[in-house]
């Protein structure tokens, strides 16, 4: 494999992870919504599995936004090593 090969296969795995995290952002995006819907839905609730849904809604935006955060900067860090070689 020649550095052209190398820096192309590369680009294609730094340009997937941007990808990736796009969609990630799109998730983080859907669980706020449903957080916000379920907020709305199980107003004053205070059963125990209401409250640890809305936990699981919580840690699941915390998720994704940290997935998406790791994408996005494995990306950069990819393109940073493709334009040194």
Same mark, same amino acid.
């Given at each position: 494999?020649?550095?052209?090969?190398?820096?192309?296969?590369?680009?294609?795995?730094?340009?997937?992870? &941007?990808?990736?995290?796009?969609? @990630?952002?799109?998730?983080?995006?859907? /669980? +706020?919504?449903?957080?916000?819907? !379920? *907020? %709305?839905?199980?107003?004053?609730?205070?059963?125990?599995?209401?409250?640890?849904?809305? &936990?699981?809604?919580?840690?699941? @935006?915390?998720?994704?936004?940290?997935? /998406? +955060?790791?994408?996005?900067?494995? !990306? *950069? %860090?990819?393109?940073?090593?493709?334009?040194?070689?």
């Amino acid at each position: 494999m020649d550095i052209t090969q190398v820096k192309a296969t590369i680009s294609q795995g730094s340009q997937a992870a &941007k990808d990736g995290s796009v969609l @990630m952002q799109g998730v983080r995006d859907r /669980a +706020e919504q449903a957080q916000t819907s !379920a *907020a %709305a839905t199980a107003h004053d609730s205070t059963h125990d599995e209401v409250e640890a849904g809305m &936990k699981k809604l919580k840690e699941a @935006m915390k998720e994704a936004s940290r997935v /998406a +955060e790791l994408l996005r900067s494995g !990306a *950069a %860090a990819a393109d940073e090593y493709a334009s040194r070689l």
